[in-house]
């Protein structure tokens, strides 16, 4: 248990310093003088600080999964203002103040976004595509030929759209996936 707890605690320490000054310029001694332990503990861990930034990642994955997951589990018949909201949670994610928000504002950095969005993006569409999401405006996308990499193709394309141009509204988030999914809102 010690072991998890030290862990999550270089995990942290990872977070805000990437968020602070970003991975490229955050080193291992960094991470581990915040955790406040030694620098060769930190390898005990990881094996470098790429495998702490997939970590960090990952657990921002693991994070915006379940916000989604939630999202979707108490979907209505209010679908427009479902759609929003699911954008919101995607660009909170995307542009948000968290590390890929972050790293958004760092090009150098940008590796870390380009995985965040292709990893949740198998992960949404596994989820739109199993018989618990399977409801509402979704259930339409359940009878689509390829329903998976419908959904793949479309989290990406958001999410790139999203960095692409961080002015695009919520509103048109919304009727784009309301139009790629056919939906009448």
């Known amino acids: 248990m010690e072991n998890d707890k030290r862990r999550m605690a270089f995990i942290a320490a990872a977070d805000d ?10 080193s291992v ?8 332990v030694t620098r060769s503990l930190f390898y005990h861990y990881f094996d470098d600080k790429q495998a702490i930034a997939d970590a960090v990642i990952d657990c921002r994955i693991d994070e915006f999964i379940s916000y989604v997951q939630v999202w979707s589990s ?3 018949n209010d679908t427009h203002d479902a759609l929003i909201e699911l954008a919101r949670i995607a660009r909170s994610y995307v542009l948000g103040p968290s590390l890929i928000g972050a790293s958004t504002a760092r090009k150098r950095d940008g590796v870390l976004l380009q995985r965040f969005i292709v990893r949740s993006s198998e992960l949404l569409a596994n989820h739109f ?5 399977r409801k509402g405006p979704l259930m339409q996308m359940s009878h689509a030929p390829h329903p ?5 193709a479309m989290s990406l394309g958001i999410m790139g759209l999203m960095m692409h141009d961080p ?11 309301a139009s790629a999914l056919r939906i009448n809102v």
Do not use: P
């Open 148 to 152: 998976y990499e419908s959904f793949y």
């Open 167 to 177: 002015q695009v509204t919520d509103e048109a988030i919304a009727d784009i996936i």
């Open 29 to 36: 001694s960094d991470i581990a003088k915040r955790v406040n």
């Open 17 to 26: 310093l990437f968020k602070e000054k970003g991975v490229s310029q955050t």
């Open 74 to 76: 108490h979907l209505n």
């Open 129 to 133: 595509v199993s018989s618990r999401a």
